[in-house]
């Protein structure tokens, strides 16, 4: 096997400068290589080499300024591009409640990318909905079901950087299922239903309540990251919705990488929540005066991210958002994205 290093003996002109500039090195990243690869021979400490025979100089050299760039390549880039997302994932969501059995749901999400002169579209729709391993049985459940399903599906406008930005074609939805209630009616018969599609339209047709509902998912939020997450260096400030339909909170994060695999780079990024919130503000979405301090939550957010290193394709995703309470868990709710 080729050695990946030569034995260069010094002559009376070298210094650990030189020998490092010819070979685009700095004096540092040579001292280090030699001292880990020279076994029993000297190691080196300072910049002249007095008493030294021999420095190991490497054949093939990447500094840590290359590294970084070619790492860097290897990311999905900071503004979206089609390729980022697959056209199916499966997806597994579990919430864990204090005092509560855990839930466990399963389902798929389509996706068709589209171009237009305004950005880039994504139109979604969700399938094979399971609720722990078995389809919802229960009226309630299956009513809304197929309430979601008869409004598939649902576009949305994505920002520069890949997040869901604006929901398209608003009044269409609402005008795509008023011309389908009949039918629903007609198989969900009975008060309890006729209430529950009332809600369903009036919740519908408000566009900001119900672009609102779909953005506070932790699905979509995971689904669609901001791009730059995967370049950030430092620590940043940023909202995050941690409950459905409630209002953002703001979050330290901080973003590290993993390269070890051969195809795919490890994205994990951590969040801590940087600022007051009660639990009941939390849970009403709006904020309350006075609150004891005692009543503030403390919540944690970390999500993984796949990404291929040639297609820079999101291949998985996992999420959790844990909240405590007085600390002790009143939620932890774990997400998974896996491409089908």
């Known amino acids: 096997m080729t050695p990946d290093f030569i034995k260069h003996k010094v002559r009376s002109q070298d210094s650990l400068g030189s020998l490092a500039s010819r070979i685009r090195m700095t004096e540092e990243e040579l001292k280090e290589f ?16 007095r008493g030294i025979e021999f420095v190991l100089i490497p054949t093939l050299f990447i500094s840590k300024e290359e590294q970084t760039i070619r790492k860097s390549k290897m990311l999905p880039p900071k503004e979206y591009f089609p390729g980022f997302h697959a056209s199916k994932y499966l997806i597994s969501e579990k919430f864990e409640e204090s005092n509560k ?5 399963n ?10 002169k305004d950005g880039f579209v994504a139109e979604t729709s969700l399938d094979d909905f399971r609720k722990n391993g078995t389809a919802p049985e229960d009226k ?14 649902i576009s949305y406008r994505l920002s520069q950087k890949g997040n869901l930005k604006h929901c398209l074609q608003h009044k269409n939805l609402v005008e ?7 039918e629903l009616e007609d198989f969900f018969i009975g008060d309890i239903s006729k209430v529950y599609i009332d809600f369903f339209i009036e919740k519908l047709s408000d566009e900001n309540y119900f672009f609102r509902q779909m953005q506070s998912c932790l699905l979509y939020q995971t689904l669609f990251p901001d791009l730059e997450w995967f370049h950030k260096q430092t620590v940043w400030v940023e909202e995050f919705y941690i409950h459905s339909n409630s209002f953002p909170l703001q979050f330290n ?11 795919f ?26 609150e004891a301090v005692e009543e503030n939550i403390d919540a ?16 998985e995703a996992k999420s959790s958002v844990e909240i405590r309470h007085q600390n002790e868990l009143f939620q932890k709710h774990h997400l998974q994205i896996t491409q089908n």
């Open 101 to 105: 059995k855990d839930s466990d749901f």
């Open 253 to 263: 994060f901080q973003a590290e990488q993993n390269f070890d695999d051969p195809d």
């Open 300 to 315: 944690e957010i970390e999500i993984q991210y796949f990404t291929h290193k040639v297609t820079k394709q999101l291949h």
């Open 34 to 49: 030699h001292n880990q690869n020279c076994g029993k021979m000297d190691k080196l400490w300072v910049s002249n080499l």
């Open 265 to 290: 780079i490890e994205t994990k990024i951590f969040g801590m929540l940087s600022e007051n919130c009660s639990l009941r503000e939390l849970l009403k979405g709006i904020r309350i005066e006075d």
């Open 140 to 153: 309630v459940s299956s009513l809304s079901l197929a309430c979601m399903k008869s409004i598939y599906p």
């Open 176 to 182: 795509q299922f008023r011309n389908k209630r009949a």
């Open 107 to 116: 389902y798929s999400v389509n996706l068709n990318i589209q171009n237009s």
